[in-house]
């Protein structure tokens, strides 16, 4: 059974850093592209940064466009979020999932999803 679980979360100061990671597994996610998403307290679930398959092409909202960095490890089972420069408004559940379509940021492009971790930044 195809899984993804999400992990690293936790509570930071603004402007520090955390690394979520998401590990695959149950299936090969060959030709799979990447997301993550978020989602606050009381609002919509939305996207925060992609990845393609090959990793050549990576995607970000513009609220987190030059402090987030997303990865993958080489025998890509595990995709990463890098995210620096933290704001009390990052502070949601951030979720990781796998679809088709590279950079897209609506919800119903994805298949398959992790059940989230939650961020916490401080002011």
């Known amino acids: 059974q195809a899984q993804l679980v999400e992990s690293g979360g936790g509570v930071v100061q603004a402007g520090g850093s955390l690394r979520l990671s998401c590990a695959a597994s149950?299936?090969?996610?060959?030709?799979?592209?990447w997301g993550w998403f978020r989602q606050a307290l009381g609002k919509e679930r939305e996207f925060v940064a992609g990845m393609s398959w090959s990793g050549e092409s990576t995607y970000y909202a513009d609220s987190v466009k030059g402090r987030f960095t997303i990865s993958r490890d080489n025998a890509k089972t595990t995709v990463y979020l890098q995210m620096n420069s933290l704001k009390p408004e990052d502070t949601a559940v951030y979720y990781c999932?796998?679809?088709?379509?590279?950079?897209?940021?609506?919800?119903?492009?994805?298949?398959?999803w992790g059940q989230g971790t939650q961020v916490t930044v401080s002011s």
């Open positions: 999932a796998a679809g088709y379509t590279p950079g897209a940021s609506a919800r119903s492009q994805y298949s398959y």
């Open positions: 149950g299936r090969t996610f060959t030709n799979y592209a």
